[in-house]
């Protein structure tokens, strides 16, 4: 007896507590709250419920001093066996639903989604008209891959409960997650009509202003977009979200006004003035906006350069670059506008200049293929021989020469042959050998083996008067070429370029260097009577004039449906001389729908009929005969190439009639007159 006693005063010692009656442990209970000492309240609960185990209060109140602890797994187990008991109870049942609901979040704030949609569940299917467990679970379905059913779900809960602001807060979270899913996924269409719900639902709630204005931007209502985002903007201008967009928006807005603009350029130059700048405007709102912004910077500065503002444009593109290193545009857009300046300045002859800036981007860009060719280029026009023949070694010395820092497109073959090939017959017309051997000697250091530059030997050498070798030279280069290629060896049969009677010249001749090697396809038709004599009776050889000569005028016709690659025709006519003088010409160049290339030469000054660009027809008058360019008297050089230009090709002519020198005439079909053979057609 002595040992029970001692064990109940420990009891009542230890706890503070006395048996009491049940108004007694609520009284308890209500000072334990009252000065929020919950741990005490729970102690009193426990001691209230050994004594009175049935008391639903104390089951409630013990749940609820454990929630307040944030314990609410254990106020789950607390209060369950008796809800179980007692499903009827509506205390009991509001009590272990909120427990669920506790519980729930605390595992959503752990992002252990599975067990907290396991609580919410509980809780939902308990009591599914209680606007928080409604709530809760139709919340976490969003995060269990069940977005739809989400929206659904809270959608209900509005039409039941339209003052609850948390449940239309998480549905127009929940709508918003699933618009990002698909505006993520580039689903802008599906995207659009649940930005457009959220905005809707709150039209003030700053993350539906930024997601609906960002959806109508990416669906091509870019100027609603602006209307949406500014006012966000207005409303919240820390927002950097909405901020983001709206110069985004600003932008894409500015981008198509210039592009409009750009494609009115041609037609209607008023309209394209204000078409700029309006798009201006457009990117001086983003710019005011953040002005070291990305696409700010990259964007208006190539506007800049596209308006032809390119110190400017560089500016811009340069701090672009400086802030955001990793974006390669900002540097290729920087070299666009240096290419463009030095366009503008070639376009107005500015050349000297256009060379000082092509120097300094050269700096800036020392494998920029580009920028090496026109450096040589310019300095050709500026008649700077010499320059032009040390950039064109510089560029043949590149290890591996760039195009916007990717491998240039062109082999330095294609980029050299022409630029080359004019630079030698223009050191020989000048009887600049000395420059020309040095120039072809450190070419062919630096390219050894190229045809091309055998060639060019061989026509330096030819015009020097070393006429055998410089043939020998052309001939070998040709035969390295097709060997190289043999898929050039190629044959055309069309009509011929000419009416009337014509002496034949040229085509595989050992007598010309432009009928030899790669050339040696090429036809000389000089006008005659059907003796073969080209210039007209009584005229003493080689005549005063041009018209002393049959062909002289002479009406050119294309033989191909094609279009005219390019024209010159404001060379003018030289006199006649018994031999060709070197020097520039008039020639019309066009292709056909093979890539074949067609080549008129010495045609006469201002007789083209065609520009650059028209389409023509076979049996179109393109030109006449004249003599101009490396020539002598009146006659028309005429040649196909291949499609890369690189050698000429057989030609066979579809009809003409042969006359014989006995005076016999024969026709022909498919067939290739000879040097020095009278025809007709």
Not at 103 to 128: M, Q, V
Not at 174 to 198: C, H, M, Q, T
Not at 550 to 577: H, K, N
Request: charged share 25%.
């Amino acid at each position: 007896m002595r040992i029970l006693l001692i064990t109940v005063f420990l009891a009542i010692t230890v706890f503070g507590i006395v048996a009491e009656s049940k108004t007694e442990y609520y009284n308890q209970y209500t000072t334990a709250i009252g000065s929020e000492n919950w741990v005490k309240a729970e102690l009193v609960m426990r001691t209230a419920l050994i004594e009175y185990p049935h008391e639903i209060g104390y089951v409630t109140n013990l749940t609820y001093s454990v929630r307040k602890q944030q314990r609410f797994s254990d106020a789950v187990k607390i209060i369950e066996p008796y809800f179980l008991k007692n499903p009827a109870e509506t205390r009991l049942k509001d009590n272990y639903v909120y427990a669920l609901i506790d519980a729930g979040w605390e595992f959503y704030r752990k992002k252990e989604y599975t067990i907290a949609e396991n609580y919410f569940s509980l809780a939902h299917r308990t009591d599914p008209k209680n606007e928080w467990s409604v709530n809760a679970y139709g919340y976490i379905l969003s995060h269990t891959g069940e977005k739809e059913k989400s929206i659904a779900v809270l959608t209900k809960a509005i039409k039941d409960f339209p003052s609850n602001t948390t449940i239309k807060g998480n549905l127009n979270a929940v709508i918003l997650s699933l618009g990002w899913d698909y505006f993520n996924a580039k689903e802008y269409n599906r995207a659009l009509p649940l930005f457009e719900e959220a905005f809707d639902l709150a039209p003030d709630d700053q993350w539906a202003i930024n997601a609906y204005g960002a959806v109508l931007r990416e669906t091509g209502l870019i100027t609603d977009s602006i209307v949406v985002l500014e006012n966000g903007y207005n409303k919240y201008p820390k927002n950097d979200f909405i901020k983001g967009n709206l110069i985004w928006a600003y932008i894409l807005h500015a981008n198509n006004i210039k592009d409009g603009a750009i494609g009115q350029q041609q037609t209607n130059k008023k309209t394209t003035s204000k078409l700029f700048d309006q798009a201006k405007t457009y990117y001086l709102k983003a710019q005011k906006i953040n002005p070291d912004h990305e696409g700010v910077l990259l964007n208006y500065g190539v506007f800049l350069s596209v308006t032809g503002q390119y110190d400017e444009a560089i500016t811009f593109l340069e701090k672009g670059e400086k802030l955001y290193p990793e974006n390669d545009y900002f540097i290729g857009n920087i070299q666009f506008a240096w290419q463009e300046k030095i366009h503008a300045l070639a376009e107005e002859k500015k050349y000297d200049q256009a060379i000082t800036f092509l120097l300094k981007a050269r700096k800036r860009f020392p494998l920029e293929g580009w920028f090496l060719a026109e450096c040589i280029d310019f300095s050709w026009e500026q008649k700077k021989y010499a320059d032009s023949a040390s950039y064109i070694v510089e560029f043949a010395q590149l290890a591996s020469p760039q195009e916007y820092r990717k491998p240039f497109p062109l082999s330095k073959e294609d980029v050299l042959m022409f630029r080359s090939s004019r630079l030698v017959w223009k050191l020989a017309e000048l009887n600049q050998w000395d420059t020309a051997n040095r120039f072809l000697g450190n070419l062919e250091k630096a390219m050894p083996g190229a045809y091309f530059v055998t060639e060019l030997k061989g026509i330096l050498s030819f015009t020097h008067g070393e006429k055998k070798e410089g043939i020998a030279l052309v001939n070998k280069a040709y035969e390295q070429y097709i060997a190289a290629h043999p898929e050039s060896r190629l044959s055309v049969t069309i009509p011929l370029p000419l009416r009337g009677t014509f002496r034949v010249g040229g085509n595989n001749s050992n007598e010309a260097v432009t009928h030899a090697g790669l050339n040696r396809y090429c036809f000389d038709f000089m006008g005659s009577s059907e003796n073969g004599t080209v210039i007209k009776p009584g005229i003493t050889w080689p005549g005063k004039s041009n018209e002393d000569y049959y062909g002289f005028g002479a009406d050119i016709y294309s033989p191909v449906d094609g279009i005219v690659e390019d024209v010159s025709d404001s060379y003018a006519d030289r006199v006649p001389s018994a031999s060709a003088v070197l020097g520039d010409g008039n020639a019309i160049f066009i292709v056909d729908s093979n890539g074949y290339h067609y080549v008129f030469a010495h045609n006469k000054k201002g007789s083209a009929k065609v520009v650059k660009g028209q389409a023509v027809r076979a049996g179109e008058v393109i030109a006449q005969m004249g003599n101009t360019g490396y020539s002598g008297i009146p006659h028309l050089h005429f040649g196909v190439y291949t499609p890369d230009w690189k050698a000429s090709i057989e030609i066979r002519f579809k009809e003409y009639t042969l006359i014989t020198p006995n005076g016999k005439q024969e026709k022909k079909t498919n067939s290739i007159p000879q040097t020095d053979e009278v025809i007709r057609n």
